[in-house]
């Protein structure tokens, strides 16, 4: 495995922790079977974005929208 560090100085202690995180979400991927269905994140899930309701239509629809409040 290469890194090639594109910008900044980082330390050999900070090298070895980003490595360190590599390698652990390596094997963590490995040990799922072939095929399995990787667990998504909280943060790439559509329902996040989503949480708040919609504001019925109506007359006054486009200010409540757009305005906070």
Do not use: F, H
Request: without cysteine; aromatic residues 6%; positive net charge.
């Amino acid at each position: 495995m290469n890194i090639k560090v594109l910008r900044g100085n980082p330390t050999p202690e900070e090298l070895a922790a980003a490595l360190a995180v590599v390698r652990a979400r390596a094997a963590a991927a490995s040990t799922l079977p072939p095929g399995a269905p990787t667990p998504r994140d909280s943060w790439s899930d559509p329902s996040r974005i989503a949480a708040q309701r919609v504001p019925q239509p109506g007359p006054t629809t486009w200010a409540r929208t757009y305005w906070p409040g």
